[in-house]
């Protein structure tokens, strides 16, 4: 199976801050990857897909970037909302897989 | 509006068997790829299951032989049948569509607490 790291496992930040989440898969999966957040006690919800794509509904603040190994979610200006924590995904084989999340907290 | 609605979890003995309904709203189960996610508690997500339109099943390595994943198109619902509980099975179940495709997970249902213990 494709393994996907996540880095860090948790960040602190602040409102209005910049804040950039790296998912790292064992080997190459082109565009294979999802990104979504998660908050305490509910479902995780789709952020970006294939790498780059913005979901519908989602605010423009969150992006996504990379292709084969390495990528990155990048939310340009936190607000209270975004506090929550985000894990990416693999598509690229089955079985599909996760990374381990990173958490972002409040500063 | 699009929901999915998941039920039949609860506490089961090592061993045992338990089937997770996900009952689908706004949209035809049969129409689109389906898939089953659970977390242990704590932990992160993993991908268990996947059917496809034309009914083909995918599992992940730990439920392989012990799930399986089916829909009923009448009652519009998504199942997933499990046997041979163990108790690193313990973890809430949540069901999925997929989107764009059978890559992606969006919605997903508010997920069910399945409990694997003597």
């Known amino acids: 199976d494709i393994q996907m790291t996540q880095s860090p496992s948790s960040v602190s930040a602040s409102v209005g801050d910049r804040v950039t989440i790296t998912c790292r898969a064992s080997?190459?999966?082109?565009?294979?990857l999802a990104w979504y957040q998660q908050k305490p006690g509910k479902a995780p919800k789709l952020l970006i897909y294939a790498a780059s794509s913005l979901q519908s509904g989602v605010p423009s603040r969150f992006s996504g970037s990379g292709s084969g190994t390495d990528f990155t979610l990048t939310i340009s200006s936190l607000q209270p909302e975004d506090f929550a924590t985000y894990y990416c995904?693999?598509?690229?084989?089955?079985?599909?897989?996760f990374g381990q999340g990173t958490k972002l907290e409040i500063k | 509006e699009v929901q999915l609605v998941e039920t039949g979890g609860g506490l089961i003995q090592p061993g045992g068997s338990l089937r997770l309904s996900c009952a689908a709203s706004?949209?035809?189960?049969?129409?689109?790829?389906m898939s089953w996610v659970r977390q242990a508690p704590g932990k992160g997500l993993e991908w268990v299951s996947l059917?496809?339109?034309?009914?083909?099943?995918y599992y992940g390595d730990s439920v392989q032989g012990r799930f399986t994943i089916s829909r009923d198109n009448s009652r519009n619902t998504l199942y997933l049948q499990m046997n041979s509980l163990r108790a690193e099975d313990t973890a809430v179940y949540y069901c999925?569509?997929?989107?764009?495709?059978?890559?992606?997970?969006?919605?997903w249902g508010q997920g069910i607490l399945v409990t694997v213990s003597s």
């Open positions: 999925a569509r997929g989107s764009s495709g059978p890559y992606w997970f969006d919605p």
């Open positions: 995904q693999q598509a690229n084989s089955f079985s599909y897989t």
């Open positions: 706004g949209f035809t189960v049969s129409s689109n790829y």
């Open positions: 080997q190459g999966i082109s565009s294979w």
């Open positions: 059917i496809y339109t034309d009914g083909k099943t």
